[in-house]
């Protein structure tokens, strides 16, 4: 006989992510439409469902992927979801997380003009966010 429990697996990062976003991670059934529908998705390392596999196991490699500084927040991933899930917001969740680990791992003002046009403008707008007001 199989058991079947409704405690799924979780980690802190999770509840953050929960927290920050308004969203329901465990809702994701994994269909793949957010990656599907993605104008980046060559551009990064792990596509957006799998950002959220990642999270569902508390992976917490998603932290240092390149794929929350490349999403655009275009809201592509939110209109085709068929559990309306927000996939930007989640994206913005986990940038604020890594963010407020207070972290510096680039300093800008060391950094040449050609890498700085290699750099997403997203990260740069974090950093900005993190370092004045």
């Known amino acids: 006989m199989i058991k079947i429990t409704t405690r799924r697996p979780a980690s802190d990062l999770v509840e953050r992510v929960a927290e920050l976003s308004g969203q329901s991670i465990f809702a994701c059934y994994q269909c793949g439409t ?7 998705i060559e551009a990064m390392d792990l596509h957006p ?18 794929t929350i500084w490349v999403c655009a927040s275009c809201f592509m991933c939110a209109e085709r979801c068929p559990r309306d899930i927000d996939m ?15 972290v510096d791992h680039i300093k800008i003002s060391h950094m040449t003009e050609a890498e700085l046009e290699g750099v997403p403008q997203i990260a740069l707008v974090a950093h900005f966010r993190k370092n004045t007001g």
Request: glycine letters at 4%.
């Open 34 to 40: 957010c990656s599907s529908g993605c104008p980046f």
């Open 49 to 66: 469902h799998m950002v959220l596999r990642h999270l569902m196991f508390g992976m917490e490699d998603v932290l240092t992927s390149k």
């Open 88 to 102: 930007a917001r989640i994206m913005e969740a986990l940038r604020q997380v890594n963010l407020r680990e207070n």
